[in-house]
């Protein structure tokens, strides 16, 4: 029986040791396009970071394409929303992707991103996800991106906070189940939002001002229990003022992709 006990013992004992050890070895990298911090090219410091470390971006221009097939966090010390101290991530090759993600658990958060319009009929995109799982877009500007945020074969990941304007797509999901878009804007976009083979997605609290909002070829959820989107060609009343439209929004009749609580623009209305 003591025999027992002191293998179960060590076998705890190895276990909490393995999980400080995971622990500490997350590293933080820092980044400084002027040469002030460990790397002054954010590719570099992924190519040097380990799972679970985070890479801190100083504000600047960082005029590259990166791939990230790692589990780390890549994260802007400033918000796209400052206007001062922003992070300009910029495509060096207009038919790349600026971000390509292949790797689960990663976070980008509060870039600025463009790549310029490619040529030769290809799309870039400026945050790309193919086959990547549980990763947060979070707080983030693209503007003037083919595509601003794509994602292909990739689940429960969040897209949260983030402008997308002035592209042929703001975002688009393929073959991406279980993913949350939520607090968005997208403006100024041919197609706001295009789901192609794509179920089981939450969208609500997202503004779409677009030629054409959202296209939905799949079954998804366009609303929470409270509140769904804002939607520039909604033309419904809100007759008791609560700031939700008295009839639902309409986005695919075919598949039944129905947002039933559509929030009201009272600054248009």
């Known amino acids: 029986m003591n025999g027992k006990l002191i293998l179960n013992a060590l076998a705890v004992f190895l276990l909490i040791l393995g999980i400080v050890t995971t622990t500490a070895s997350a590293a933080v990298i820092t980044v400084d396009s002027n040469g002030g911090e460990s790397y002054t090219s954010i590719q570099e410091a992924v190519n040097n970071a380990q799972n679970g470390d985070t890479i801190l971006v100083s504000p600047g221009v960082y005029k590259e394409n990166i791939k990230v097939d790692k589990e780390i966090s890549i994260i802007s010390k400033s918000g796209s929303e400052d206007q001062i101290n922003r992070t300009y991530v910029l495509g060096a090759v207009s038919n790349d992707d600026v971000f390509s993600v292949n790797a689960s658990n990663v976070t980008i958060s509060g870039f600025y991103i463009s790549g310029g319009p490619s ?151």
């Open 119 to 269: 040529s030769g009929g290809l799309s870039e995109v400026g945050i790309y996800l193919y086959g990547a799982d549980n990763c947060s877009l979070v707080n983030n500007t693209l503007a003037v991106n083919d595509v601003g945020i794509a994602l292909n074969n990739s689940q429960r990941n969040y897209i949260n906070n983030n402008l997308v304007g002035l592209g042929s797509s703001g975002i688009i999901l393929v073959d991406s189940e279980y993913n949350n878009m939520i607090n968005n804007l997208l403006c100024g976009n041919g197609i706001g939002l295009y789901l192609s083979k794509s179920s089981n997605n939450t969208i609500y609290q997202n503004v779409f001002l677009n030629f054409l909002d959202a296209l939905d070829e799949g079954t998804n959820i366009w609303n929470s229990s409270s509140a769904g989107n804002v939607w520039s060609k909604y033309t419904g009343q809100d007759a008791n003022g609560d700031g939700i439209g008295d009839t639902p929004f309409v986005i695919n009749e075919t598949t039944g992709s129905t947002d039933y609580m559509p929030v009201v623009n009272k600054a248009s209305s």
